[in-house]
């Protein structure tokens, strides 16, 4: 089925660091959504955009809807270990179903 | 509870018997979707009802899968004769009446088919 392309793919870094994750599509979306899984659990929305340009933040985690409305990215500053788990990007359509991307497994080390 | 709830956790059947995943919304949600997770991968739709009308079926991978939502809260994932490709994390989630309102996911249904 159709997947949004996320990047990267997985990243190991340090505690304190910041992160960066981004996603794209080659179909326009109105709302661009991330989620956070962790082992054995359903994904739960960390930030939600719905304008084109919009930079939402929600403590550590800052997210923007690119201009075109064909990507966003996710930044999360001075990461710390609970930050450990799998990002996903998605993109809503009209009938207001979810097409998300790969994943981005991140590791902190303390 | 305040979450979506989703039962079994874990189901382990054999190659040919048919599973039933049942799924609990956020109470006073409208929209309900269904989404298969392979190992590794991102959810994929499957399903969508608003109330007790599936108004998108169109991600069930064929017709050994069927979802029902009849009384327009609880739903019921419906997987005939299964295959080993069937095994999967099964995703609930559930919106506020609108469509494109944030969904919130269930913890799913990991089934394991031998």
């Not at chain 2, 599973?19 to 979707?33: E, K, Q, T, W, Y």
Request: aromatic share 10%; with cysteine.
């Amino acid at each position: 089925g159709q997947q949004l392309n996320q990047s990267p793919q997985s990243m190991f870094i340090q505690e304190g660091e910041d992160v960066s994750m981004n996603c794209t599509s080659s179909s326009i979306f109105n709302t661009w959504l991330w989620y956070k899984q962790e082992p054995g659990e359903g994904p739960v929305l960390l930030i939600a955009l719905y304008k084109a340009g919009e930079l939402t933040s929600n403590g550590r985690l800052t997210a923007q809807f690119g201009i075109t409305r064909k990507d966003s990215f996710l930044n999360i500053s001075a990461s710390i270990p609970s930050d450990v788990g799998i990002y996903f990007c998605a993109g809503q359509s009209s009938t207001g179903k979810l097409i998300f991307g790969q994943g981005t497994t991140l590791q902190v080390k303390p | 509870g305040a979450g979506v709830s989703q039962s079994p956790r874990y189901k382990v059947a054999k190659r040919g018997q048919d599973v039933a995943l049942r799924c609990d919304p956020i109470s006073g949600h409208v929209s309900l979707f269904w989404y298969q997770q392979a190992l590794g991968q991102g959810p994929e739709f499957l399903t969508y009802f608003q109330n007790e009308a599936q108004l998108d079926k169109s991600g069930l991978p064929s017709d050994r899968f069927f979802a029902e939502r009849p009384e327009g809260s609880v739903s019921t994932l419906k997987i005939q004769r299964t295959q080993q490709e069937d095994s999967a994390v099964y995703l609930c989630a559930s919106s506020l009446i609108m469509p494109n309102q944030p969904q919130h996911f269930g913890d799913g249904t990991r089934l394991s088919i031998l």
